[in-house]
């Protein structure tokens, strides 16, 4: 994984997934339960990436945003399974923490960006909560 973080979003989470396919073929070469948190780690990963890409032809911007959405929510399945990993020492540290590290960026941009396309239901999630907390008082 390149240590410069330079290029937009889509390019990060190719080089993430190619990385990420990288690992799971040596993580894959250990048979039962690793092997099978490899390719769900791989799954994850690539739909990510994938989902990405195909947000950039959206026809419309709610397409546009499922699109990211589904691309976030396959980051954070990445993410869960890295941790996995890490959590259980089925790989070195020295090659999961990176991955990781990179995951916990993209979920983050990922994130913020949803958040900007969605600011009315941010908006209206915000205000529901301070209407449930002052009914409370």
């Not at 390019?11 to 997934?17: G, H, S, T």
């Not at 020492?89 to 900007?116: C, F, S, Y």
């Not at 909560?129 to 009914?135: I, M, P």
Request: proline residues 3%; neutral net charge.
């Amino acid at each position: 994984m390149a240590n410069e973080r330079k290029g937009d979003l889509r390019e990060r989470m190719f080089e993430f997934a190619c990385d990420v396919v990288q690992f799971s073929r040596r993580l894959s070469k250990e048979p039962g339960v690793v092997r099978e948190i490899a390719w769900q780690l791989a799954d994850a990963a690539t739909s990510a990436g994938a989902n990405i890409e195909e947000a950039k032809a959206a026809y419309s911007r709610r397409d546009f945003a499922a699109k990211n959405s589904i691309s976030l929510k396959e980051m954070r399945e990445s993410l869960y399974w890295l941790r996995v990993i890490r959590q259980c020492d089925l790989a070195p540290i020295a090659e999961v923490q990176p991955l990781l590290n990179e995951a916990n960026e993209l979920t983050a941009m990922l994130t913020a960006g949803m958040k900007r396309l969605h600011p009315v239901l941010l908006v209206l999630l915000v205000a529901a909560f301070v209407l449930v907390l002052s009914s409370e008082l």
